[in-house]
């Protein structure tokens, strides 16, 4: 649909941007490119349900990412979150409206702290793996709804680092 289209754009226009905040922070030695892509995925103490984990660049990601992930998350009301994710469905950081201190109530926690977390559901699979121009797939989240999760992949260096999914609803 022309919708669909528009948030094509917008998901392209995201992977771009932060593609370039990453080989940007690689050239001005912020982060080298070892910790950018690195996969080790350190547990955040003390233990969280789901599990959330640290990384070598997740801190850069919540001053640098965040904003982009927020910028792109205004574009329209039916959009339900932007996220950046790497090629194993990690989240280094998210949209500041799900990046909200933890309760301790797992059930509300699901749906106000997504940040730091591993989306490897079989939607989030295959979104982080795909390599392909865009990736369009009906989403079941596990908050309940059900959105179309459209993701276009994240090159650093003309290397594969993840994508960029933008949830959002569908048409009535």
Same mark, same amino acid.
């Given at each position: 649909?022309?919708? =669909? %289209?528009?948030?094509?754009?917008?998901? #392209?226009?995201? $992977?771009?941007?932060?593609?370039?905040?990453?080989?940007?922070?690689?050239?001005?030695?912020? #982060?080298?490119?070892?910790?950018?892509?690195?996969?080790?995925?350190?547990?955040?103490?003390?233990? /969280?349900?789901?599990?959330?984990?640290?990384?070598?660049?997740?801190?850069?990601? =919540?001053?640098?990412?965040?904003?982009?992930?927020? #910028?792109? &998350?205004?574009?329209?009301?039916?959009?339900?979150?932007?996220?950046?994710?790497?090629?194993?469905?990690?989240?280094? $950081?998210?949209?500041?409206?799900?990046?909200?201190?933890?309760?301790? %109530?797992?059930?509300?926690?699901?749906?106000?702290?997504?940040?730091?977390?591993?989306?490897?559901?079989? /939607?989030?699979?295959? $979104?982080?793996?795909?390599?392909?121009?865009? &990736?369009?797939?009906?989403?079941?989240?596990?908050?309940?709804?059900?959105?179309?999760?459209?993701?276009?992949?994240?090159?650093?260096?003309?290397?594969?680092?993840?994508?960029?999914?933008?949830?959002?609803?569908?048409?009535?």
């Amino acid at each position: 649909t022309d919708f =669909d %289209n528009s948030m094509l754009a917008l998901a #392209k226009s995201a $992977a771009w941007k932060c593609s370039q905040i990453f080989e940007q922070a690689i050239d001005r030695g912020i #982060k080298t490119e070892s910790e950018i892509f690195s996969t080790l995925y350190f547990p955040v103490i003390p233990l /969280t349900s789901p599990p959330t984990f640290n990384t070598f660049y997740d801190d850069f990601c =919540d001053s640098a990412i965040t904003p982009v992930e927020d #910028k792109f &998350l205004g574009k329209n009301d039916r959009i339900i979150f932007v996220i950046l994710v790497d090629k194993n469905g990690y989240v280094p $950081a998210h949209n500041s409206i799900y990046s909200l201190p933890r309760t301790g %109530n797992t059930e509300l926690d699901i749906k106000r702290n997504r940040t730091k977390r591993i989306f490897n559901d079989i /939607t989030g699979f295959y $979104a982080s793996k795909n390599q392909s121009e865009f &990736l369009m797939q009906l989403y079941r989240r596990d908050t309940g709804e059900i959105i179309t999760d459209l993701s276009v992949p994240v090159f650093v260096r003309d290397k594969h680092w993840g994508a960029i999914r933008i949830g959002y609803l569908m048409e009535q």
